[in-house]
């Protein structure tokens, strides 16, 4: 009855335990392990003959060898037997490899398998076996192209296009080719240098040849191949046609219902995917790559943008440098305003005013950039037909409308338009005031009721001369006045009344002597906000406990936050200042003064997203925060002091003094199926921080388990040399890994990204030295930030309409901050206005809104 | 002569971009030399006989010289090993469970041990192993990884590229599947007692 016991579940545990610990006596391994190795170099040896029956396609002057011995016994089909024949007449190394053979001497022709079997060759021999091998890949390289032939049908392959010289090349002889020349399978087809063609095949793939390629297509039993030899092609296969391959030297791509471009040259072959997927074969590694990657065979390939790898294409220029062209020439055109630097607006600004915009009246510009586009829309046919497929008939009578309504409002306007905010009563914000100076206020009031008549919104809005006319009672209505040479539109009749009444309050308050600074230097787009009021307002604060939460956040110090932006020639500067009334503290002296960030040098030069910043003191960040928790919320601080009590750890003295004051984080590489962002931190000591982290890990989850919440593990895994931690939680796949090296920690989620941030830093290919980015880098006076966002979404596909490949007249942006005493300084670089706003976004141009969309939020909201 | 040296490491620059150069022996012979003890343990266990890890062994490294362009182990070449062991031994088993059609009625005859330990019989080590080779491929193989090699369930998802929670699935089934044949040989040999 006993046996009955026996729990299979049990059994299998134990047994299992035992097989685990079943010991092989050393003595008996050995033994064996001597044996395998006599055996494995005498059958090494003769490997070749083993080989040769699993050769299944010749590639190569190593595939012919192999077959020799089965071809001696007669065993090569007669096909095969054929093209192994023609091969050996042209071909001197398999010839005499044939001849070794047939006379019983040991196969020389194949020195990769002698070499690695046969006892250690003499000094020179690697050499003479390079050599060797050298040999038979140049007679390979040329011929064998041409055997892929005689299995191919009749593939017809037609020139779709020829830009320069396009040669068929044969032997001795080449013949130019033209648009309209079909080229035969098996033919070589080679561009000169300047040259381009794009070729189509008869089952609909596109195959397009940058200068200096060399190929040869021919028609496989399952698809067609295309060998390319050397050079660079973008293949469009559409799903229609099958699988296509693309062999180069080094690898062997198969595409299917994709578009992907392949580089074959000296040091390899790189393989980017523009649409769909590529399945990649080289040495012996496969390896599938996704929309947006990329595959280099051998790592002294260094990745590069797809967006780059595919730049040279005729489709990306057809457009994108058009687009690029045109974008520059109507956002000078447009914004090619003089800087103000007076102006009686600001005088005529409310009491109490905290708020304060001054936009440039572009009206004029924008008009003439919509005259421009035209012009440019009926010289250029590319464009044009761009222009039609992107803007359907409507949104172009749509855009129009809004251009003429502008353009003929805009010309009544003089040179800069003001709003201002002022605070109510109640410490709120207050109504605002939209202020202009008018050129001919009666021409300006019949135009603008014609054109509120014709989208009718005349009932909500009021045209008057002076403020005394003006209804009263219309509660939610706009009035506008447009008298004299001012123009004045607000909700508000008392505002109104003020402007024409003359009331200057405004002018003997700092904010307004702050604002007439900024005049002074030249003004295009000028926002401002006084935050001292702002917060000191009693429509801000609540009670003494809040005063005290925002007096440790540093908030109760704002002075001034000014925003400015001006063009100097295309590119844009924004430039933003944050100031205090004495030193900076709370959040705001966090941010130490500028300093270099080394942790940028874990960054590729394709990230997508960056952002660093360098921090005074950690500890101190963690006081603040802490102080502001128990201000805020004395439970909450209690609750974690009890977490530290009780189990021993500070996160103030142990995680965060043990870290360096730099941080940089990173979106880089493809966003899918993970994000690959990675966190780089400047660590003082990294043993302390793990057993911190360790610590706070174990605590949590006694916490949590006691609390039937999920818990997290950590786990060690050592490999050359470093050690990886992995956190993760058991019940979902989310992982983080993180190392430690020369003075940082690196997180990602995989491995594979930890390493890859490594070895940016050791080879010195950064984003630091990435023209993109330092081309984005301001003129200054300054070496290093305080804190930057850099982004670049060239790297992601950002599309051109239409085009399937991405727009490389997207520049990078950067945005940067300066912290120094008593303020902090923001910048911002990168093409067009501020927002992205410029104005050939606004006319269309790519980009992101567009004025249409604009229009329509307008008039939804 | 140091021209001719000179010339000679050009013509090696340019024939290395031309061809895979000759693996140098010294690469094997290193893999040899560090893994041949965990290729040989591992398949051992797995097939519970000498002679057949001694083949395990042999084969993997005569695949491992007839790889062209050298065999890429990246990033690990000590997981590959192991990996590579296991499906070799598992093949072995397979083959050894189909030439040799020792059915589980003559194994239970032959189980004379007693209850305490039934665990270390020959036999019922040979049924698991048997069990083990049934499974499909890869759910033998996470099994081997996971109880016979002692890896971690994020460690094999992480050596087989799959995720956590298929790893997890499989192994549960695949032990589900051992366990099943486990307990009907245990049910058999309550009869014969």
């Known amino acids: 009855m006993k046996r009955n016991n026996i729990d299979p579940n049990t059994l299998l545990d134990r047994a299992v335990e035992a097989i685990r610990d079943e010991a092989v006596d050393q003595s008996v391994v050995d033994a064996a392990a001597a044996r395998v190795r006599e055996s494995l170099s005498t059958r090494a040896s003769a490997e070749p003959v083993a080989a040769a029956a699993s050769v299944t396609h010749i590639r190569g002057c190593d595939d012919v060898q192999a077959l020799i011995p089965s071809y001696l016994a007669g065993g090569v089909a007669d096909a095969r037997k054929l093209l192994f024949e023609d091969h050996m007449r042209e071909c001197v190394p398999c010839r005499k490899a044939l001849k070794a053979a047939r006379t019983g001497e040991s196969p020389a022709a194949r020195p990769a398998h002698v070499s690695k079997a046969a006892p250690r060759p003499r000094r020179t021999a690697p050499v003479r076996w390079a050599i060797a091998a050298g040999l038979v890949a140049a007679f390979a390289v040329l011929p064998v192209a041409k055997y892929l032939g005689p299995f191919g049908g009749s593939l017809a392959t037609v020139v779709e296009a020829a830009d320069g010289p396009v040669y068929e090349v044969e032997g001795v002889s080449t013949r130019q080719l033209a648009a309209g020349d079909t080229l035969a399978a098996g033919e070589r087809l080679r561009t000169a240098r300047d040259a381009g063609a794009v070729l189509r095949l008869d089952n609909g793939v596109r195959v397009e040849l940058r200068e200096r390629s060399e190929l040869a297509i021919a028609e496989s039993g399952s698809g067609a191949t295309i060998r390319l030899d050397r050079g660079n092609v973008i293949v469009t296969a559409p799903a229609s046609a099958g699988r296509i391959y693309v062999a180069t030297p080094a690898s062997l791509v198969t595409v299917e219902g994709s578009t992907v471009a392949v580089t074959s040259g000296t040091k390899g072959t790189r393989v980017s995917t523009v649409e769909g997927r590529a399945q990649v074969d080289s040495a012996g590694v496969y390896r599938l790559i996704g929309p947006g990657e990329q595959f280099a065979s051998s790592p002294s390939i260094e990745p590069v943008s797809v967006a780059r790898d595919v730049s040279w294409s005729r489709d990306a220029s057809k457009y994108s440098e058009a687009l690029a062209a045109l974008r520059t020439e109507i956002d000078a055109t447009a914004l090619a305003g003089e800087l103000r630097t007076s102006t009686r607006l600001l005088d ?514 | 002569m140091c021209s001719d040296d000179e010339k000679e490491n050009e013509v090696h620059a340019v024939a290395s971009h031309l061809t895979p150069l000759p693996k140098p022996p010294d690469q094997l012979d290193m893999l040899y030399r560090e893994h041949h003890d965990l290729v040989f343990r591992t398949a051992y266990r797995i097939t519970g006989s000498a002679a057949d890890a001694e083949d395990v062994l042999q084969t993997i490294f005569l695949r491992l010289a007839r790889r062209d362009g050298g065999p890429n182990l990246l990033p690990s070449p000590g997981s590959y090993m192991h990996r590579a062991a296991v499906n070799a031994a598992l093949d072995i088993v397979r083959e050894r469970a189909r030439r040799r059609s020792v059915t589980l009625e003559e194994v239970t005859v032959s189980v004379g041990a007693s209850q305490a330990s039934l665990h270390e019989s020959q036999e019922v080590h040979e049924l698991i192993r048997r069990a083990v080779a049934r499974l499909n491929p890869k759910a033998a193989e996470l099994f081997i990884l996971r109880y016979f090699e002692g890896y971690g369930n994020e460690e094999i998802a992480r050596m087989l590229g799959m995720s956590k929670m298929v790893v997890n699935v499989l192994l549960h089934r695949a032990r589900g599947r051992v366990r099943k044949d486990l307990g009907e040989f245990l049910g058999r040999h309550h009869e014969t007692e």
């Open chain 1, 348 to 861: 005529l600004a409310p009491e109490g005013t905290v708020f304060y915009a001054a936009i440039p009246n572009i009206s004029a510009g924008l008009a003439e950039a919509s005259d421009l586009l035209q012009r440019r829309l009926s010289e250029n046919p590319a464009l044009a037909e761009w222009w039609q497929q992107e803007h359907s008939a409507n949104h172009r009578a749509g855009l129009d409308l809004a251009v003429q309504t502008i353009r003929e409002l805009g010309a009544f306007i003089g040179p800069e338009i003001a709003v201002a905010v002022s605070l109510d009563r109640s410490g709120g914000p207050g109504a605002p005031l939209v202020l202009a100076e008018l050129k001919d206020a009666a021409g300006f009031r019949a135009a603008l009721e014609r054109h509120l008549g014709a989208v009718g919104e005349a009932s909500k809005i009021q045209v008057v001369e002076s403020v005394a006319s003006a209804k009263t009672g219309a509660a939610d209505g706009l009035t506008i006045v447009a008298g004299g040479d001012l123009l004045a539109i607000s909700p508000s009749l008392d505002l109104l009344a003020g402007v024409t009444g003359g009331a200057h309050g405004f002018t003997s308050s700092p904010f307004y002597t702050r604002l007439a600074d900024e005049y002074r230097d030249g003004v295009a787009f000028l926002l401002a906000a006084d935050l001292e009021r702002i917060v000191a307002a009693p429509g801000f604060k609540k009670d003494a406990k809040e005063t005290d939460a925002l007096d440790r956040l540093g908030v109760t110090g704002l002075r001034y936050f000014v925003v400015k932006q001006r063009m100097d020639g295309t590119t844009s500067n924004a430039s933003a200042t944050l100031t205090f009334d004495g030193q900076r503290r709370g959040i705001a002296s966090w941010l130490a003064a500028p300093g270099p960030v080394g942790a940028l040098q874990y960054i590729s030069p394709d990230a997508n997203v960056v952002a660093a910043f360098v921090v005074e003191q950690p500890a101190a960040l963690v006081d603040d925060m802490l102080g502001f928790i128990g201000s805020d919320d004395p439970e909450g601080l209690a609750e974690l002091r009890r977490f530290e009590t009780e189990n021993n750890v500070s996160f103030r003295d142990d995680v965060a003094a043990s870290l360096g004051g730099e941080f940089a984080f990173a979106v880089d590489g493809p966003v899918l199926p993970t994000p690959s962002w990675k966190m780089v931190f400047e660590v003082n000591d990294a043993t302390r921080l793990q057993t911190a982290f360790e610590r706070f890990v174990d605590a949590a989850n006694r916490e949590a388990a006691a609390a039937g919440r999920p818990t997290l593990a950590i786990s060690r895994a050592e490999d050359g040399g470093r050690t990886y931690f992995t956190l993760a939680t058991p019940e979902t796949s989310m992982e983080v890994v993180y190392t430690f090296t020369d003075g940082y920690m690196i997180a990602a989620p995989s491995r594979v990204l930890v390493d890859r941030a490594i070895r940016y830093r050791e080879s010195g290919y950064t984003i630091l030295t990435a023209p993109r980015f330092t081309a984005a880098l301001p003129a200054d006076g300054q070496t290093s930030f305080s804190a930057l966002v850099y982004q670049d979404l060239t790297p992601l596909l950002e599309k051109v309409p239409g085009t399937g490949l991405p727009d490389t007249s997207m520049l990078p942006t950067l945005a940067y901050a300066y912290a120094r005493e008593d303020r902090i300084e923001f910048g911002a670089n990168g093409k067009g206005a501020p927002l992205g706003l410029s104005p050939a976004t606004l006319l269309g141009v790519p980009g992101s809104g567009g004025l249409k969309d604009l229009m329509k939020q307008a008039v939804k909201g």
